[in-house]
């Protein structure tokens, strides 16, 4: 059972390009989100799913897009990088719904450290 | 703007020592308040949580105690030991989808 899995682990930008960061849960889970997490800022959410052609924008969702289009996967994509979305980035997961516990638990993947020059 | 405010930032606390980390929220609906623990190159994962019908919970030697008149909760690390050496993430929720919000943080060192 792999869990939450992102890639790639690591990854180096420079200023203007695109790229793909890549979230796979096997858990059946129908929330997804992903946060990013800075030095003393926390864990701030980017942008979540309900459920697979469901998305939704979190606190800091500039510069970020995502979709659903299965359950398992949850891609964010950054459109143009910039040095301001240096930061690790987390993928999460939980069931949904008041009547099951397991809406509760966020299930996060190992990070994705990137860097933006 | 964070909903949720965690201090301090860091601590340092000598083995078998007393951990207390302290977190404040204003939204009133807040409904679950778990604490998520850290260790670095990982993701976080839940430590313990409480809901605020419950004063305080206790899972090992880690406590949670809260107030709600105070808006305020607090993890506890009793006997703290240098594998608890982590950042831990106060949070709380509001609605059925699962959409946290978290504190800044604390650092935790425990020396030998």
Known sequence: NAGVTQTPKFQVLKTGQSMTLQCAQDMNHEYMSWYRQDPGMGLRLIHYSVGAGITDQGEVPNGYNVSRSTTEDFPLRLLSAAPSQTSVYFCASSYSGTAISGANVLTFGAGSRLTVL | ?112
Request: aromatic share 14%.
């Open chain 2, 1 to 112: 703007q964070q909903q949720v405010k965690q201090s301090p930032q860091s601590l340092i606390v000598q083995k078998g020592g007393i951990s207390i980390i302290n977190c404040a929220y204003e939204n009133t609906a807040f409904d679950y308040f778990p604490w998520y623990q850290q260790f670095p190159g990982k993701g976080p994962a839940l430590l313990i949580a409480i809901r605020p019908d419950v004063s305080e919970k206790k899972e090992g030697r880690f406590t949670i105690s809260f107030n709600k008149s105070a808006k305020q909760f607090s993890l506890h690390i009793m006997d703290s030991q240098p594998g608890d050496s982590a950042t831990y993430f106060c949070a709380a929720k509001t609605d059925s989808w699962g959409k946290f919000q978290f504190g800044a943080g604390t650092q935790v060192v425990v020396t030998p």
